[in-house]
Nanobody
Framework: QVQLAESGGGLVQAGGSLRLSCAASARTFSTLVVGWFRQGPGKEREFVAAIRWSALSTSYANSVKGRFTISRDNAKNTVFLQMHSLKSEDTAVYYC?????????????????????WGQGTQVTVSS
């Protein structure tokens, strides 16, 4: 059982920065993958970034690579998504997601059906 809670969304102007947080509760973090998806108006939910909790290896969608950084704070059981150089197309509800029991031999996947747990989402609006 994993529980997730996102925060940090808001209104920011194009070119600005914002940091999202995802507080996680889990029985164990050693095999946990935590990720971010987003869903813009009238669009499908799409992969943004993911991190292996233990290994700290990360993955990014091409659309955010070089602008967004995913990280985690072990002491706070929190995953962050630091967003820079925000564009209007980044406007979306951002969801934290997680999958438990992902061992080092299992590749991280980038489609929403692979993940087991979801937060409620936090709105990010980029004004131009």
């Amino acid at each position: 059982q994993v529980q997730l809670a996102e925060s940090g969304g808001g209104l920011v102007q194009a070119g600005g920065s914002l940091r999202l947080s995802c507080a996680a509760s889990a029985r164990t973090f050693s095999t946990l993958v935590v990720g971010w998806f987003r869903q813009g108006p009238g669009k499908e939910r799409e992969f943004v970034a993911a991190i292996r909790w233990s290994a700290l290896s990360t993955s990014y969608a091409n659309s955010v690579k070089g602008r967004f950084t995913i990280s985690r704070d072990n002491a706070k059981n929190t995953v962050f998504l630091q967003m820079h150089s925000l564009k209007s197309e980044d406007t979306a509800v951002y969801y934290c997601t997680a999958k438990q029991g992902v061992f080092t031999t299992t590749p991280v996947q980038f489609f929403k059906g692979w993940y087991d747990y979801w937060g409620q989402g936090t709105q990010v609006t980029v004004s131009s």
